[in-house]
């Protein structure tokens, strides 16, 4: 099958599938590792796979993609405005017309190349320009643009969240990555949403696991954030890691992400209010990095107040780390499963018992082994990505949801018995 995949796609994920000198290449759409992912798995099964992202740095106001190849794959770099409103060039910016451009550019390539369908992961510029090609299509949504604009209320969010209301309006063949981001966003679509979940790759899910927890309180606590603001919720976090300490004062947290490294809001926050002992600010890394540093790692704290799926958490117990997360928030007790405590994560006195918590071997080795089978026989690429391909089939033969019920199995039915 040819399969189209519109997405955020870095070029540093896909290259290794791609012919030629890749350093000369846009740098494409960065955030979402997964994809590159699921199309590995894709193409691995024998599958043809065009993919269709946005990149800056391209020329404006043309509206040709620039094209890079390799064998059995062909990746898009549609251009992308730099501003969300303020004029650039000549030019408004994306947010002022709701991505016309960057939307005109990815449905004129999708009807150029003619995937035999298209998956389009979120429901904004991508999802819309998939509708707007007139090819079969999956749309899959990655967050609730609802709960988006609530914790960042702002003109860009509002026509982003108009944007999936349109999407999600028209959609006929949609899914979510968690049973909570389907519920949060049934209400917005007629078409039946089916949950699969975001897949992890085989050098997590296949690798073997040999933790050894520590026994003399040099506990390592991992933290993944990306922004100082509500919804990520980090200062709770760093107060019970500080409470935490003075019954543990060799336990080290480490923090990743935008806004955590040396010098940036958190340091200067936890300096501020003398909670930095203990703390390194490590910040961004490259995704790999990150990952050697998870498993380095002996327990992840994940004080998020919402998340859709919470890609950081699966990655970790994939890697036998067990996660404190909120019991509150969103899909995390979903995708934690027993592979972890879940607490109120806006109590810094409950992250610090559920810390203390974890020092207790047989509790940790218990959320260790559950962890690991939590994430690897439920969110592999290979179980993801058998229930995507029933989805491609079903609307490429342009199947009823009753007639795909009669007729071949349920594409999630692997996933029902998911809690």
């Known amino acids: 099958m040819h399969i189209g995949i519109a997405a955020p796609i870095a070029t540093e994920y896909v290259k ?36 269709f992202t946005t990149s800056g740095g391209l020329p404006l106001p043309k509206h040709d993609c620039h094209i890079a190849k390799g064998p059995n794959f062909t990746l898009y770099y549609a251009p992308v405005r730099p501003r969300a409103f303020f004029p650039v060039g000549g030019f408004l910016g994306r947010g002022a017309d709701a991505f016309r451009h960057e939307r005109l550019a990815l449905t004129r390539a999708m009807q150029e190349a003619r995937p035999d369908v ?3 992961h979120w429901t904004y510029e991508f999802g819309l320009a998939a509708l707007a090609s007139g090819l079969p299509h999956v ?4 967050d609730a643009p609802q709960a988006v604009l609530r914790y960042m209320p702002n003109l860009y969010r509002l026509v982003r969240y108009y944007m999936a209301r349109q999407c999600l309006a028209r959609a006929s063949c949609v899914t979510a990555v968690s ?9 917005f679509t007629a078409a039946p949403i089916h949950v699969i979940p975001n897949p992890l790759p085989p050098d997590l899910t296949d690798r073997p696991i040999s933790r050894k927890p520590s026994t003399s309180g040099e506990v390592v606590v991992a933290m993944v954030a990306n922004g100082w603001g509500k919804l990520k919720n980090p200062m709770p976090a760093i107060q019970g890691f500080a409470r935490m300490r003075k019954t543990y004062p060799q336990a080290r947290l480490r923090l990743f992400g935008v806004d955590f490294g040396s010098g940036e809001a958190a340091q200067r926050w936890a300096i501020a209010h003398g909670v930095g002992d203990g703390i390194e600010f490590v910040g961004r890394l490259p995704h790999a990095e990150l990952l050697k540093q998870i498993a380095e790692a002996d327990v992840m704290l994940h004080p998020s107040l919402e998340e859709t799926f ?3 958490i699966a990655e970790a117990m994939a890697l036998g780390v067990p996660v404190i997360g909120g019991a509150r928030s969103g899909a995390v007790p979903w995708v934690v499963g027993e592979g972890g405590v879940l607490v109120d994560v806006r109590d810094p006195v409950a992250i610090e018992s559920a810390l203390i918590g974890m020092m207790d071997l047989p509790i940790y080795k218990k959320c260790c082994e559950a962890a690991i ?11 993801v990505a058998d229930a995507y391909e029933r989805h491609y089939c079903a609307v490429v ?6 007639e795909k019920t009669q007729k071949r199995p349920d594409p999630v039915s692997t996933y029902a018995g998911m809690k």
């Open 118 to 120: 298209i998956h389009a």
């Open 179 to 187: 049973p909570y981001l389907k519920n949060a966003v049934q209400k």
């Open 373 to 383: 089978l939590r994430a690897r026989e439920d969110f592999s690429v290979a179980k």
């Open 397 to 402: 033969e342009n199947l009823s949801g009753v």
């Open 310 to 312: 919470g890609v950081s």
């Open 139 to 142: 749309v899959t949504c990655h």
């Open 16 to 51: 290794h599938l791609l012919d030629g000198d890749t350093t000369r290449l846009p740098n494409g759409y960065g955030g979402a590792p997964l994809i590159g992912t699921l199309i590995d798995e894709l193409i691995r099964r024998g599958h043809r796979v065009t993919a």
